[in-house]
Nanobody
Framework: QVQLVESGGGLVQAGGSLRLSCAAS????????MGWYRQAPGNQRELVATITGGSVTNYADSVKGRFTISRDNAKNTVYLQMNSLKPEDTAVYYC????????????????WGQGTQVTVSS
């Protein structure tokens, strides 16, 4: 009933930029919060940034000042602008949606995307 599809990952040199997008599809009435997480090999999945429906944002300390999360509520899409990328930003980036309410009275507490690879070379 709801699917998250990420795009925009790839290979970039240190200091470069990438923009990730995540679109939620389905008969969606509302989404409470959306966010980005990442998982590097051998590490646990960690929070990168989140944004509420009212555009209140939260960032991991490691990305503050470099990454910007934004959201288009009309398109049920969340973006992550990543600047000044570092090799330690290399990971699979996952999008999630929290509190997804459907147009036909269904509800999903959390939905995850399939992930997109970001690789930063030194």
């Amino acid at each position: 009933q709801v699917q998250l599809v990420e795009s925009g990952g790839g290979l970039v040199q240190a200091g470069g930029s990438l923009r990730l997008s995540c679109a939620a599809s389905g008969s969606i009435f509302s989404i409470n919060a959306m966010g980005w997480y990442r998982q590097a090999p051998g590490n646990q999945r960690e929070l990168v940034a989140t944004i509420t429906g009212g555009s209140v944002t939260n960032y991991a300390d490691s990305v503050k000042g470099r990454f910007t999360i934004s959201r288009d509520n009309a398109k049920n899409t969340v973006y992550l602008q990543m600047n000044s990328l570092k090799p330690e930003d290399t990971a699979v980036y996952y999008c999630n949606a929290v509190g997804v309410r459907g147009a036909y009275n269904w509800y999903r507490p959390v939905v995850w995307g399939q992930g997109t690879q970001v690789t930063v070379s030194s």
